[in-house]
């Protein structure tokens, strides 16, 4: 990389105001800001609205006997205008919103909605799920599970949670992200981290 290009910081974002004007179970911030320019200066002084998340931890199911994963579907309201379902397979997901470590969050949600106790937990990644408009950070893990008990609906009844659970064959998941049926973020990542690593971590998990 090319010492003399210049990778900004935080510091380099002028922030003049910022207010919530909506707080519900989303919260969105508008902010009036202005920021350096690669090319010398400041850009003109803007307004932007921002989508403020709780971080979040989603966590890849593998059964490596049964060369199984275990995945769930529940409603998702950001899909209600799409052509799909809005009931789309995903990982185990959840909100960090306690006081608890990442793999504390990953082994409750694992619990909650799909009833599996978790084996040894490994991380894949963190990224930015949509940085152009919202503060939510994911952390990715995989998670190993005996997928032989794995079935039926889950979900905390006070937080709304319809939770199915499906098993499905390695195989049959890598098909459904290569043909689009499976076409979330979070589920993609790390089928595609699978699909890379797979060889060492069944040599970790024999």
Not at 113 to 128: D, H, K, P, S, V
Not at 187 to 202: D, E, F, R, T, V
Request: proline share 3%; with cysteine.
């Amino acid at each position: 990389m090319s010492e003399d290009k210049p990778i900004f910081k935080q510091s380099d974002v002028q922030v003049t105001h910022r207010e919530t004007c909506f707080e519900s179970f989303l919260q969105i911030d508008k902010l009036r800001l202005q920021h350096s320019l690669f090319e010398g200066g400041q850009s003109e002084v803007m307004d932007r609205e921002l989508l403020v998340k709780l971080p979040a931890v989603g966590v890849l199911l593998y059964d490596p006997v049964r060369e199984e994963l275990v995945m769930v579907r529940q409603f998702r309201i950001g899909m209600l205008d799409a052509e799909d379902s809005p009931w789309p397979l995903e990982l185990v997901a959840g909100l960090i919103d306690k006081e608890e470590s990442l793999e504390e969050v990953a082994v409750r949600e694992i619990q909650e909605e799909t009833g599996l106790q978790a084996g040894e937990l490994i991380r894949i990644c963190e990224y930015y799920n949509s940085p152009g408009a919202s503060t939510e950070k994911v952390h990715l893990f995989c998670a190993r599970v005996d997928a032989s008990a794995a079935g039926g609906v889950h979900g905390l009844d006070h937080e709304h949670e319809d939770i199915r659970v499906e098993v499905l064959s390695v195989d049959e998941a890598l098909l459904a992200a290569e043909s689009g049926m499976i076409n979330n973020a979070m589920s993609l990542i790390a089928l595609q981290w699978l699909q890379i690593n797979k060889p060492a971590l069944l040599n970790r998990w024999s």
